[in-house]
Nanobody
Framework: QVQLVESGGGLVQAGGSLRLSCGAS????????MGWFRRTPGKEREFVAA????????YYADSVKGRFTISRDNAKNTVYLQMNSLKLEDTAVYYC????????????????WGQGTQVTVSS
């Protein structure tokens, strides 16, 4: 069982930056594909970014491309989401996800999920 814990969320003004972190207890993440998703009230969970276990393959949603960067430090057992130039529409609960098979853009491809961290972008 992989237990994921997100951190780094908070309140930020539009145009600002935040860095989310995702760590795990009980299991090393180095062999897992990792993804970030987000959800706003009344909407389905939305893909944000994903990275393969090696870090060689990364995917981004069009809405965040050029502003967000996903990365991983397997030595620290942590995956990051650097979010720059934040917009009001980036406000959501952000979830970290892991899967031992392959990296993907769909939520159903991920077996393990964190509890989420709130990101609120204000004007």
């Amino acid at each position: 069982q992989v237990q994921l814990v997100e951190s780094g969320g908070g309140l930020v003004q539009a145009g600002g930056s935040l860095r989310l972190s995702c760590g795990a207890s009980g299991r090393t993440l180095s062999s897992y594909a990792m993804g970030w998703f987000r959800r706003t009230p009344g909407k389905e969970r939305e893909f944000v970014a994903a990275i393969s276990w090696s870090g060689l393959t990364v995917y981004y949603a069009d809405s965040v491309k050029g502003r967000f960067t996903i990365s991983r430090d397997n030595a620290k057992n942590t995956v990051y989401l650097q979010m720059n130039s934040l917009k009001l529409e980036d406000t959501a609960v952000y979830y970290c996800a892991a899967d031992p098979t392959r990296v993907g853009r769909r939520a159903l491809e991920y077996a393990y999920w964190g509890q989420g961290t709130q990101v609120t972008v204000s004007s």
